[in-house]
């Protein structure tokens, strides 16, 4: 059976990537043929991404009738695009689609899902609301640019006629539901991470702080540098990965004298990421945006390492306070620097509760149970439309 992923970029660029890649690789074990469409080439290692698939389609040198007639998929699995109504008449309704929406784009004119003013998250839906927040307003290379709100409601309602979309956490639906989606029409699956080769490595109190996540507004990252600048531990703090507040999160540890205990290591491949994880005491993940989910929270926990996430979006589906890791309220530094120097201080409870998530994580996100999920609904999908 031929199921046809479909993707904007081509190569690795973050959890979406990922997730395509771990759901390509497990289809095809249990027997299935998987190819690619894409819109442009310029993730990361795109010849071992290529290598996962059988084949690989450029829409910007072939037409989708073009691709649908060469790959003839029995089921096409849609993630991040733009546009789908070309995918929409190209299909005319022969083939059975899936679409999995892994952030706030089709809702959210300015994608992060938090008011601009305020800072405080957005429960309203698209319509009024993005143009009282002036989302018709973005900033491109340090100039303000106009981005039309009209054309992204249309996309909304279009993706609104879909018989079948997915989402990871119980908070992704809500926003669906609360933007018109049909509840029938909604599938929650959540995503799974693969476990690592080799067993965990014990949780020692010589370890320092970690973030892995890319280095933009949203991810909080400033929150979590002026928390460490309030704690009484004196652990060191490791920030992994790149992005357009690279230069001002830098300027910021030196504005708040921490610069000599705080390591960017920029862009880090992930396959050496278990190594950071093992030498890590805990995880931070401080978004302010709601996160759809929150994939390196579950990559930590695989290496029973505790984490502290901030209480928003989709990461309470996985992180129970507590029980699995500690959640703080969004955007408070100082609670977060109170998480903090709680696990510094009792390594006891940093050990219990990266051993309890590890295991939550094995139970309820396991691979098999994610391939499982996402199998049957292929194959519902496909009944229904033949």
């Known amino acids: 059976m031929q199921i046809l992923f479909v993707n904007t970029t081509f190569g690795y660029v973050g959890g979406v990537e990922q997730h395509i890649i771990l759901a390509c690789d497990g289809l095809r074990l249990r027997g299935y043929s998987c190819s690619i469409a894409y819109q442009n080439a310029s993730g990361r290692d795109a010849s071992e991404f290529s290598s996962h698939f059988n084949a690989s389609y450029s829409l910007q040198s072939s037409t989708w009738k073009e691709v649908l007639d060469r790959d003839r998929p029995d089921c096409i699995y849609i993630h991040k ?22 952030d706030h784009d089709i809702y959210c004119p300015r994608r992060h899902k938090y008011l601009s003013f305020s800072r405080k998250i957005c429960t309203y839906k698209a319509g009024l609301a993005c143009y009282l927040d002036l989302a018709f307003l973005e900033r491109k290379q340090g100039k303000i640019a106009y981005a039309p709100i009209l054309p992204k409601l249309r996309e909304l309602a279009i993706n609104r006629t879909l018989d079948c979309v997915v989402v990871g956490s119980s908070y992704m639906r809500k926003e669906l539901l609360r933007n018109g989606f049909s509840p029938d029409s909604i599938k929650v699956i959540p995503p799974s991470v693969s476990d690592f080769e080799k067993s965990p490595v014990p949780l020692t109190d010589t370890g320092g702080i970690l973030y892995v996540g890319q280095l933009v507004r949203g991810k909080g990252v400033d929150t979590l540098l002026r928390a460490f600048a309030l704690i009484r531990s004196t652990l060191t703090l490791t920030i992994v990965g790149a992005g357009n507040d690279e230069e001002f999160l830098h300027s910021l540890s030196v504005e708040l004298g921490i610069s000599q205990r705080v390591q960017f290591l920029g862009w880090v491949e992930h396959n050496q990421l278990g190594k950071l994880y093992d030498e890590a005491m805990m995880v931070v993940v401080p978004s302010r945006w709601p996160e759809p989910f929150g994939m390196v929270g579950l990559e930590a926990l695989l290496r029973q ?32 620097a ?8 009792d390594n006891q409870l940093a ?21 499982t999920r996402l199998i049957d609904l292929i194959q519902e999908r496909i009944t229904q439309c033949s």
């Open 81 to 102: 695009w733009d546009s789908i109504q070309p995918i929409l008449t190209a299909v005319g309704g022969r083939i059975p689609l899936i679409r999995m929406f892994h």
């Open 305 to 336: 390492r505790p984490v502290i996430a901030s209480e928003v979006g989709g990461i309470p589906d996985w992180l129970e306070d507590g029980e699995t890791g500690l959640l703080f309220p969004v955007n408070d530094e100082a609670s977060l």
């Open 338 to 345: 109170r998480a903090i120097d709680r696990l510094a201080e």
């Open 351 to 371: 050990s219990e509760l990266g051993r309890r998530g590890r295991d939550n994580v094995l139970e309820r996100f396991s691979f098999d149970a994610f391939i």
